[in-house]
């Protein structure tokens, strides 16, 4: 039996990334830390997280060649998304090399002089890449954990801690000199030509970063008036960069829906297409996107922090020791954690999965109440749920579902007029959309909805190829809507939290 502790040597290239991992652990749980995509959601027939082996090979060889062969790939290539780390092992990303995937075409772009980095500052974690201009390519990847977690996870926390100068100045600091931190060590022992600098993030993330007063984010209506893209030379910022380097913070799109959302929209083509298409970040927030390139509608739900571990016994983030997935075999509850090691907690797509189980089993009813008298849902290393864990989960999936209802309400179209979904979020890559369509979250046909992964890392390198930081032509066509202001929103809301396929 393999023994969950014992280490292999992982080396990822191009990123000159040696890592240490447990045997067994998913190679997807790693890399897709490192902003690499999987365009099919990992279900091995799109090829494009294809990974190229240069010494050693991933568990079961012969039924990646087959895989392999009908992508019609070299046999020294193997697909991230099926592939386990089972000894020392050295691989090339061509994805990092090449150009971006995004909704399955490529991106296109007109060649700049110089690299740019992009960054996108998630509540949980960032992410920096560093970027040829001229090409695109990815030349190196930093990410790590947002140092204001400290003073909490969730984004509430983060607001009450910056509601004095105190804490503002302290929680400004720590982003900035994170974010310079990722950008030293991004451009270490390498000689380039720096010339841009955009970074993306919710609105409290804006604010944070610029050091804006976060009241107005506190409190009803939720409306700040600090909703501009912000420019910095790296004086401004006391950064030890070239002074010409140009430095943007994207502007939110509203006051709760940040840039992070803006580069979701650009990652997924929904501006460009005549098609219904909808944008489901779930993250802290819970945003949604409905639209095309007419017109767009936007709203926050408060479908987020259940989904990213807030207000769940045992929520985490999706990081290692996270129970990412649930399933039923032969009856018995069987459960992946992230990293293959000890389950620390479960992150949201468990908890998706988790439910699901439950339902299954018969452990839940149709309206979410535990039956046969249980105190708590067993998933296994002392990691459970409790009936508020799934009380939290009706409240995010109603708010979630009844949203995108009411989006599409205000278009005068139906569910079925969308003609595609994308699911974004930090734990999007490990979500299984067979539950999340059954259990009514999204109430739309499986095939119809796409992972699209880091799209706001996607869409910041979008923007390094853009000059208009005002972004005036798309958000014209962006209206943001107050949920909480619409009448059928708490009718629609109560309907939608039922567990109706079960
Ligand atoms: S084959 Fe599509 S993500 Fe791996």
Not at 120 to 140: K, M, R, W
Request: charged share 20%; with cysteine; glycine share 8%.
């Amino acid at each position: 039996m393999q023994n969950k502790n014992e280490k292999v040597k992982l080396r990822i290239e191009p990123l000159g990334k040696e890592l240490n991992v447990n045997i067994g652990t998913p190679l997807k749980d790693i890399i897709f830390e490192y902003g690499v995509e999987f365009p099919c959601g990992g279900k091995g027939y799109c090829g494009g997280c294809k990974i190229k082996l240069l010494s050693g090979d991933v568990k079961d060889p012969q039924k990646h060649k087959e895989l392999i062969y009908k992508l019609g790939l070299d046999s020294d290539y193997r697909l991230a998304c099926i592939s386990e780390i089972v000894e020392d092992i050295t691989l090339e990303i061509p994805q990092l090399e090449s150009l971006i995937l995004a909704d399955n075409s490529v991106f296109t772009f007109t060649p700049l002089e110089g690299f740019g980095i992009a960054i996108d500052v998630g509540t949980t974690t960032i992410v920096a890449q560093l970027i040829n201009l001229s090409t695109s390519q990815v030349i190196d990847v930093q990410t790590s954990r947002n140092p204001q977690t400290r003073s909490g996870s969730d984004i509430m926390s983060r607001i009450m801690h910056g509601l004095t100068k105190e804490g503002l100045e302290e929680l400004k600091n720590l982003i900035r000199d994170e974010a310079y931190r990722l950008i030293t060590l991004l451009l270490e022992g390498k000689n380039v030509d720096l010339k841009k600098i955009v970074l993306v993030g919710n609105s409290v993330m804006h604010h944070l970063f610029c050091g804006y007063d976060v009241k107005p984010l506190s409190m009803y209506p939720f409306e700040t008036t600090n909703n501009e893209s912000k420019e910095y030379s790296a004086k401004d910022l006391s950064w030890e960069l070239k002074n010409s380097v140009q430095i943007i913070f994207a502007r939110p799109i509203a006051s709760f829906i940040g840039s992070d959302i803006f580069a979701g929209i650009i990652a997924s083509g929904m501006d460009k297409t005549p098609h219904l298409t909808a944008l489901i970040d779930l993250g802290t927030n819970g945003e949604i996107v409905v639209g095309n390139n007419e017109k767009m509608l936007c709203a926050s739900t408060a479908a987020g922090p259940a989904f990213e571990g807030a207000n769940i016994h045992m929520g985490m983030s999706a990081m290692s020791g996270a129970i990412s997935s649930v399933n039923l075999a032969d009856s018995q509850i069987d459960y992946h954690v992230i990293g293959n090691q000890e389950a620390l907690g479960i992150c949201g797509s468990g908890l998706i999965d988790a439910v699901a189980v439950f339902l299954q089993n018969g452990s839940l009813d149709a309206g979410g109440a535990l039956i046969r008298e249980k105190e708590q849902l067993e998933i296994g290393d002392r990691v459970y749920l409790t009936q508020k864990d799934v009380r939290e989960f009706q409240l995010a999936k109603g708010a979630l579902a009844a949203g995108l209802q009411i989006l599409v309400n205000k278009l005068d179209k139906s569910l079925a007029d969308i003609t595609r979904v994308f699911i974004a979020g930090g734990f999007g890559n490990f979500i299984n959309l067979k539950n999340v369509t059954q259990l009514g979250m999204v109430e739309i046909d499986e095939y119809k909805i796409h992972k699209l992964g880091n799209s706001a890392l996607i869409g910041a390198k979008m923007l390094l190829f853009t000059d208009d930081y005002s972004f005036e032509n798309t958000l014209s066509k962006i209206e943001h809507l107050s949920l909480d202001a619409d009448e059928n929103f708490q009718d629609v809301f109560v309907d939608k939290m039922f567990f109706n396929n079960y």
